[in-house]
Nanobody
């Protein structure tokens, strides 16, 4: 069974940094675009960031540009989201996502999510 397993979510204070990780269970994911979405309470799931298979092409939501940075370690099929200068409005469940065309419009594969809470 294909799996994306997130880790790293926790309760932090505004201004802190946090790094999320997502490990894929199959080597097929080496060729996929991978990234992150998030869903805050009472809101729809929204795109956060993505990175292509080579690691050369990244895309970010305007709300996180300059604060969040996505990277991947292809040999271990893991993608990371470094989140800096966190704000209370970044509070959400963060979902790892992957697919051949993963991007703001959606993804083929999803993780279970990891909770990030930013206190003011």
């Amino acid at each position: 069974q294909v799996q994306l397993v997130e880790s790293g979510g926790e309760l932090v204070q505004a201004g802190d940094s946090l790094r999320l990780s997502c490990a894929a269970s199959e080597r097929t994911f080496i060729n996929y675009v991978m990234g992150w979405f998030r869903q805050a309470p009472g809101k729809e799931r929204e795109f956060v960031a993505s990175i292509d298979w080579s690691g050369d092409i990244t895309e970010y939501a305007d709300s996180v540009k300059g604060r969040f940075f996505i990277s991947r370690d292809s040999p271990i099929i893991t993608v990371f989201l470094q989140m800096n200068s966190l704000k209370p409005e970044d509070t959400a469940v963060y979902y790892c996502a992957a697919g051949s065309n993963m991007g703001p419009s959606g993804a083929d594969y999803w993780g279970q999510g990891t909770q990030v809470t930013v206190s003011s």
